[in-house]
């Protein structure tokens, strides 16, 4: 590659973080050195030779200025276990070795899942992180307890064991799951002489390009920003935010709406009670807004926002669905593309159809067994392969496919590609139908260059 290309910090900062890779690590492996990378972070844009740009973008399996966009993804990325093993990289804090890090399979340029192994022993209280972007959904594969810590204070939500399942009646269970927003401190270590390892699915933060734009706002800017929007925005404050945008104030958006002006008032200062739906039904159609942004958000998480699954709630969720039997892992209406799912396979049946397809993209890590997994290629030919225990996969959203065999699998929701806000965005556009046919590989014009006739 030739000439000079200008790398982003914060772009850098956060492909480190996403990748759970630190500056000397990526140092070892590229020719970009650590004193260079601590340059480059240090400074607002630094030029790179295009030779070492493209290793370091190797590395950190992205593209260069990820410009690769338009590249077909896969139906489906199988890893086996060697190939998992061959990922691995150990990172230390504290002066010790504290992880073994593993990485599952994601097309290039996407956050994928990562396995840990748990080195920090029981008798160390271990070191906290300083948290990321991207919420995550983590549970224990066990063999052993694992000791989770989430805040410098110790406390019941800040301190607190994911235990591993010993009942092999359920073994296909693994153990505690959790769920945690953006920017939670958090680590772990041995509960026991046990080892044991997460897995943990980092998706890309809903807020992640916004968040990047913010970079170039003035400090007044983002002031106002943060203050309008308050710790933690509701129904009220981005009322306010939109009466104001669109030239009304409380009395006036009332009348035009055929509401009580007091109701809404009160609403803005807070009593989410004071309007009905039918109310803030009929502010949003007289205002053009999106009625579902202005209603109460219902918030299920702890003192330092992580929703837990424990092993018990998992067993007791045990159900049927379809060929299979399923048990649900943590999930927060606050991150609703954050979902897990154990799964055990038992159909021998030689005639087997794929029967999961989902509105998304989903992994998958085989923790028993091994099980077969069919799949409908990109030219609509039937496929398989077969898996072992840490094969792990990667399926592309509204890609049929299934598994017959004996064996057990989680699986992890993806936020990346087709997310709940694409799924939202799609209930508010005309003829969305026609939209997405029209967007895919679009090659006609709009018309303005077109000739009479």
């Known amino acids: 590659?030739?000439?000079?290309?200008?790398?982003?910090?914060?772009?850098?900062?956060?492909?480190?973080?996403?990748?759970?890779?630190?500056?000397?690590?990526?140092?070892?492996?590229?020719?970009?050195?650590?004193?260079?990378?601590?340059?480059?972070?240090?400074?607002?844009?630094?030029?790179?030779?295009?030779?070492?740009?493209?290793?370091?973008?190797d590395y950190l399996n992205i593209t260069v200025g990820q410009l690769g966009g338009d590249d077909e993804l896969p139906t489906v990325i199988h890893q086996t276990a060697d190939q998992l093993k061959a990922t691995g990289r150990t990172v230390e804090r504290g002066g010790i070795e504290f992880y073994n890090y593993y990485t599952l399979p994601a097309p290039t340029g996407w956050i994928a899942p990562v396995i840990l192994d748990i080195l920090c022993p029981q008798d160390r209280l271990p070191e906290l992180n300083n948290g990321h972007l991207e919420p995550a959904i983590t549970v224990n594969l066990g063999p052993g307890d694992i000791n989770?810590?989430?805040?410098?204070?110790?406390?019941?939500?800040?301190?607190?064991?994911?235990?591993?399942?010993?009942?092999?009646?359920?073994?296909?269970?693994?153990?505690?799951?959790?769920?945690?927003?953006?920017?939670?401190?958090?680590?772990?270590?041995?509960?026991?002489?046990?080892?044991?390892?997460?897995?943990?699915?980092?998706?890309?933060?809903?807020?992640?390009?916004?968040?990047?734009?913010?970079?170039?706002?003035?400090?007044?800017?983002?002031?106002?920003?943060?203050?309008?929007?308050?710790?933690?925005?509701?129904?009220?404050?981005?009322?306010?935010?939109?009466?104001?945008?669109?030239?009304?104030?409380?009395?006036?958006?009332?009348?035009?709406?055929?509401?009580?002006?007091?109701?809404?008032?009160?609403?803005l200062r807070g009593r989410t009670n004071a309007l009905d739906p039918a109310g803030i039904t009929a502010l949003s159609r007289c205002l053009g807004v999106d009625y579902r942004t202005l209603l109460p958000v219902h918030r299920s998480h702890d003192a330092v926002g992580k929703t837990y699954g424990s092993l018990d709630d998992s067993i007791a969720g045990i159900r049927r669905f379809?060929?299979?039997?399923?048990?649900?892992?943590?999930?927060s209406p606050q991150l609703p593309d954050l979902y897990g799912l154990f799964v055990l396979v038992d159909n021998r049946s030689p005639e087997f159809e794929p029967d999961l397809c989902e509105h998304g993209p989903t992994h998958y890590l085989v923790t028993e067994g091994s099980p077969l997994l069919h799949w409908t290629g990109s030219d609509g030919t039937s496929r398989s392969a077969e898996?072992?225990?840490?094969?792990?996969?990667?399926?592309?959203?509204?890609?049929?496919?299934?598994?017959?065999?004996?064996?057990?699998?989680?699986?992890?929701?993806?936020?990346?590609?087709?997310?709940?806000?694409?799924?939202?965005?799609?209930?508010?556009?005309?003829?969305?139908?026609?939209?997405?046919?029209?967007?895919?590989?679009?090659?006609?014009?709009?018309?303005?260059?077109?000739?009479?006739?």
């Open 1 to 57: 590659m030739d000439g000079s290309v200008v790398v982003d910090p914060y772009k850098l900062r956060h492909w480190l973080n996403a990748r759970k890779v630190t500056p000397d690590l990526v140092g070892a492996h590229t020719a970009v050195s650590t004193a260079v990378l601590d340059e480059i972070l240090r400074h607002r844009s630094t030029l790179l030779p295009g030779r070492d740009a493209a290793g370091l973008a």
């Open 322 to 331: 379809r060929s299979y039997t399923v048990a649900s892992m943590a999930a």
């Open 148 to 267: 989770g810590r989430w805040g410098d204070e110790l406390t019941d939500a800040t301190w607190s064991v994911l235990r591993a399942n010993r009942d092999s009646a359920c073994s296909w269970i693994v153990g505690d799951s959790y769920v945690e927003p953006p920017y939670c401190p958090h680590t772990y270590s041995l509960a026991s002489g046990e080892p044991a390892r997460i897995l943990s699915y980092t998706t890309r933060s809903n807020l992640h390009h916004f968040t990047e734009g913010l970079n170039t706002w003035g400090e007044p800017a983002f002031a106002r920003l943060t203050a309008d929007l308050g710790e933690a925005p509701h129904g009220p404050a981005l009322l306010a935010i939109e009466l104001d945008r669109r030239g009304f104030d409380a009395q006036s958006a009332a009348e035009a709406a055929g509401i009580d002006p007091e109701g809404v008032t009160a609403y």
């Open 387 to 453: 898996l072992g225990v840490d094969d792990s996969l990667w399926v592309g959203a509204c890609v049929a496919h299934g598994f017959s065999g004996q064996g057990a699998l989680i699986k992890m929701s993806s936020g990346e590609g087709y997310s709940y806000l694409d799924r939202m965005e799609m209930t508010n556009t005309f003829r969305t139908d026609a939209t997405l046919r029209r967007g895919r590989h679009d090659r006609i014009g709009w018309g303005d260059q077109e000739s009479a006739g």
